[in-house]
C-alpha cells in the first residue's frame, strides 16, 4: 500500500503496512507524509492481484500528526471488514460516530493534503489540514457509483490526547476517500436483480408475459465476503435511481437471520440463505421469485453458486436451481437472438444466422426484404416477428411483418424536417413490443413511442434533457433507454429510466427520468449498443482524440473487460445483451463481426446491422 504514483519519487520516512496472500503475512512500505512543503497526494497504490489482502497497521507510539492522517488513509484502502485498524486513528468520539458506509469520493490520485498550521508542532495540541483532489466518482450508502467531477476539499481536523501525548483524529473526513486506482484494486462492481414493475401483457396471448429481471449495478468490496454483501444488499432493495420502475419479491424489511455473519455455498454449489421472520410466511411463487434475485445476482458474481435455498428460521422455503430459473424469471442477457440482420446494397432487409459462420445473408419473410421500399435504417422486434425500417431519405418510418406474404401499408410517422440528417433516427424496439424513434426535426425535435410498433405516436417527454435525440436504445428491461444527445456540434451518451402512466383517452403517458452521462469523458459519441444487462458499447472520441470503441456501464463506471478490438471507420454498431453472439459494426470494410477472442472478420457488404431490440 502506499505505492508512489506513476512517474513519481519515494519520499520520507518508511512505515510498514501487512499484506497477506494465502496465508503468507508480507510486509510493504509506504512513504509518510511531510511535516511542511508544497501539496502533494498520498500516493494511490497500483491495482493488486484479487488474491492479494492488505490489512493495515496500527498507529505506532509517538507517531506524528501527519503520518496519523496518512495512516488513517491507508487504512481506508486495506481489506479490515469493519475498518477497525482505521478507527485506531480516531478519538474515541470520532471512532463512535464515523461512517464510512455512507459514502465512497474517488479522485484521479491519491488524496493530497494542504497543512493549516506552520511552525514548530510539537508546542501545540491540536493540528488542522485539508484533503485535495480531482473528482472521479461518489459511490452513496447505497453503493451506487456516479461520475463527478470538479475539486475535493475537505477538513481534517487533530487532537494530542493530553494524558498519553498521542495525536488522533477528532474531525475526520465524510465516508471514505480513496485514489481512482486503489478503488480499482478494493471493490468490484455486481449486477443485483430486482423485476420490473411494469410488465406489460404478452402482445401475443394476451396473457401475463414472464417477469423481466432489471440489473441494478451496486459497488461491493472485492475481499471482503462479496457474496454477504451481495446478498444484503438484494434484501435491503433497488437503488434510488431504479425505484419507481422495479419491484422486490423480499417482503418489506426482509433481513438475514441474526446470527447469520458470512454466506458460503458448500461442495455441491448450493447456497443456503437464512432469512428472518418477515420471510416466513411468503407462497412457493413468490418465494422462487426471491431466490430467481439471488441466483441471477449471484451468478453474475461468480459461477461457483448453481442453486439457492432459502430459510425461514430453521423451516425451508423453496430451493431453485439454475436449470429452472429461467422457468421463473428472464433477463436480456439470457435471450438468445436467432438473427443478425442488415441491409444490403439494394437497402433491402436481410439476415444470416446469429453467430453463425454463414456469410450468404438471404432476404427476411415480407415486404421489407422485398426492396420496394429503399431503406437506410431498421429495428427488428425482439421475438424478431416485425421490423421496423426508416426510409432511404430519413422522412417515413414503415412497419412490417416477418411472415411470407406480408404487405407494407402508408408509414406509421413522417418526419418534417429539411435535410436526411434532420428527419428520424434508427428506430428501437422495446420488449413490450412498442417502437422508439426520434425525430430530428430543428423546428419540432422529438423523441416519439408507437404503442405495439404501429400505433398512434406518443410523444415521451424528457425533463430537463438539453440538446437533440440523435440514436435510441431500449434495453431488453424495458425500464431503461440510453439516447445519443447532441449539443453544441457534439453527441454525448445518456442512460435513463422509462415511467410510464394511462393517459387520458387511454393513450399512455411516458416520461424519460433521471437522464445521467455515461461517458463523461468521451467528448463526442457517434454510435452505440447495449452489450449486457447494465452495460452498452459505444464508438466516440476522447478530446483530440481518435476514434475507438469501450464499453461502459449504466451507471458511467469502466467494467473491468478490456476494450473490443480497435476497428477503424465504424459508422454503426451492432451488440446483444447475450454475449455468445459476436459484436458486429458497419465500418469501410462493409460489414464486419468480431468473435470470442479473435480479430475482426469481415462478412459482406451491407449497412445498418442490428440484432433484435
Known amino acids: 500500500m502506499g505505492a508512489d504514483r506513476e512517474g513519481g519519487v519515494r519520499r520520507g520516512p518508511v512505515r510498514a503496512a501487512a499484506y497477506a496472500v494465502s496465508g503468507v503475512v508480507l510486509l510493504a512500505g509506504c512513504a509518510s507524509m511531510p511535516d511542511s512543503g508544497d501539496l502533494r ?54 471512532a463512535r460516530t464515523w461512517r464510512p458506509e455512507l459514502s465512497i469520493t474517488v479522485l484521479a490520485d491519491g488524496p493530497g493534503t494542504e497543512p493549516d498550521h506552520m511552525g514548530n508542532r510539537d508546542e501545540i495540541d491540536d493540528y488542522s489540514l485539508t484533503l485535495t483532489g480531482t473528482r472521479v466518482a461518489t459511490v452513496d450508502a447505497q453503493q451506487a457509483y ?53 410488465a406489460a401483457a404478452d402482445p401475443r396471448t394476451g396473457e401475463g408475459a414472464q417477469p423481466a429481471l432489471v440489473a ?22 433497488p437503488t434510488s435511481l431504479l425505484r419507481p420502475v422495479v419491484r422486490s419479491s423480499f417482503p418489506a424489511g426482509t433481513g438475514l437471520r441474526k446470527d447469520v455473519t458470512a454466506l458460503t455455498p ?33 451468478r453474475n458474481l461468480t459461477p461457483a453458486v448453481d442453486e439457492v435455498e432459502l430459510l425461514a428460521g430453521d423451516e425451508q422455503l423453496c430451493s431453485l436451481a439454475e436449470e429452472r430459473a429461467g422457468a421463473v424469471a428472464t433477463h436480456g442477457a439470457a435471450q438468445h ?84 440528417q434532420d428527419r428520424l433516427t434508427p428506430p428501437s424496439w422495446d420488449a413490450r413490443g412498442d417502437l ?31 440538446g437533440r435525440v440523435q440514436a435510441v436504445r ?36 411516458v416520461t424519460v427520468r433521471e437522464l445521467r452521462a455515461a461517458t463523461p469523458e468521451l467528448e463526442e459519441v457517434t454510435a452505440m449498443a447495449w452489450a449486457g444487462d447494465s452495460r452498452l458499447v459505444v464508438v466516440g472520441r476522447e478530446h483530440g482524440g481518435v476514434q475507438q470503441l469501450r464499453y461502459v456501464q449504466v451507471d458511467g463506471s469502466a467494467p473491468e473487460a478490456p476494450a473490443p478490438a480497435a ?32 480479430q475482426w472478420q469481415k462478412v459482406t457488404e451491407g449497412t445498418a446491422p442490428v440484432y433484435p431490440g
Open 567 to 598: 476497428l477503424t471507420g465504424v459508422k454503426e454498431i451492432a451488440a446483444s445483451e447475450d454475449d455468445r453472439v459476436p459484436m458486429v459494426a458497419h465500418s469501410d470494410d462493409g460489414i464486419v463481426r468480431l468473435p470470442s477472442g479473435a
Open 436 to 466: 422508439w424513434v426520434a425525430d430530428r426535426d430543428p423546428d419540432d425535435p422529438r423523441l416519439l413511442l408507437l404503442p405495439g410498433g404501429d400505433g398512434e405516436p406518443v410523444q415521451v417527454r424528457t425533463p430537463g434533457l438539453e
Open 266 to 298: 458448500d461442495d455441491r454449489n448450493k447456497l443456503t440463505v437464512p432469512l428472518d421472520a418477515k420471510a416466513a410466511r411468503v407462497g412457493p411463487d413468490t418465494c422462487d421469485e426471491m431466490a430467481a434475485q439471488l441466483l441471477f445476482t449471484l
Open 216 to 237: 441494478d449495478p451496486v459497488y461491493v468490496r472485492e475481499r471482503v465476503d462479496p457474496m454477504t454483501q451481495v446478498v444484503r444488499s438484494v434484501l435491503k432493495g
Open 337 to 420: 437472438p436467432d438473427h443478425l440482420y442488415f441491409l444490403d446494397g439494394d437497402h433491402r432487409l436481410v439476415r444470416i444466422p446469429a453467430g453463425s459462420p454463414a456469410t450468404r445473408p438471404e432476404p427476411v419473410p415480407g415486404a421489407l426484404g422485398e426492396g420496394r421500399r429503399p431503406l437506410r435504417s431498421v429495428a427488428v422486434s425482439r421475438d424478431e416477428h416485425a421490423a421496423a425500417g426508416v426510409a432511404l431519405d430519413g422522412g417515413a418510418l414503415y412497419v412490417g411483418s416477418l411472415a411470407a406474404g406480408g404487405s407494407l401499408g402508408e408509414p406509421v410517422l413522417v418526419s418534417e424536417g429539411g435535410t436526411e
Open 146 to 198: 456516479t461520475p463527478a467531477g470538479g475539486p475535493y476539499s475537505q477538513p481534517v481536523h487533530l487532537r494530542r490526547d493530553k494524558e498519553s501525548g498521542q495525536w488522533r483524529i477528532d474531525v475526520p473526513p465524510r465516508g471514505i476517500v480513496m485514489g481512482k486506482s486503489d478503488f480499482q484494486r478494493n471493490y468490484m462492481s455486481v449486477n443485483k436483480y430486482y423485476f420490473a414493475s411494469n
Open 41 to 94: 497526494g498520498v500516493e494511490s497504490t497500483p491495482r493488486q492481484d484479487t488474491q492479494v489482502r492488505v490489512f493495515a497497521m496500527p498507529p505506532p507510539e509517538d507517531a506524528s500528526a501527519p503520518d496519523i492522517v496518512q495512516g488513517f488513509l491507508e487504512a481506508l484502502t486495506s481489506d479490515d471488514p469493519h475498518y477497525e485498524t482505521a478507527r485506531k486513528y480516531l478519538t474515541p468520539e470520532a
Open 474 to 509: 431500449v434495453a431488453a428491461d424495458g425500464v431503461r433507454i440510453a439516447l445519443v444527445v447532441e449539443k453544441d456540434g457534439k453527441g454525448s451518451l445518456f442512460v435513463g429510466r422509462i415511467e410510464r402512466q394511462s393517459g387520458s383517452g387511454g393513450q399512455p403517458a
